[in-house]
Nanobody
Framework: VQLQASGGGLVQFGGSLRLSCAVA????????EAWYRQAPGKQRELVARVDAGGTATYADSVKGRFTISRDNAKKMVTLQMNSLQPEDTAVYYC???????????????WGQGTLVTVSS
């Protein structure tokens, strides 16, 4: 099982980017999916999470600007980021709680990280 993230890049203050993360491999189910970020010199932090039913939660710093969504059929989670600010500059990681088989324990998987840079 692999998580393949894409969509990072350089954007100006106030701009938008869309991150995508696809789950590759045979699995039984995906529970929570989330995006985290880690800025230079800082700890990794949760940005947004969406559960299997589609209920989303956000960090206070991104509420009203970011939207997380998932496509269960495509095994994909996306993060639409609007009104980007320099403080949003970080490496963004997708995360998914996955059961590989019906009777397997749920495990946490991470994507490789994608860099988002917001210039002022």
């Amino acid at each position: 099982v692999q998580l393949q993230a894409s969509g990072g890049g350089l954007v100006q203050f106030g701009g938008s980017l869309r991150l995508s993360c696809a789950v590759a491999g045979n699995i039984f189910s995906i529970d929570d999916e989330a995006w985290y970020r880690q800025a230079p010199g800082k700890q990794r932090e949760l940005v947004a999470r969406v559960d299997a039913g589609g209920t989303a939660t956000y960090a206070d710093s991104v509420k009203g600007r970011f939207t997380i969504s998932r496509d269960n059929a495509k095994k994909m989670v996306t993060l639409q980021m609007n009104s980007l600010q320099p403080e949003d500059t970080a490496v963004y990681y997708c995360n998914a709680e996955i059961k590989r088989h019906r009777f397997a324990a749920r495990a946490s998987y991470w994507g490789q990280g994608t860099l988002v840079t917001v210039s002022s």
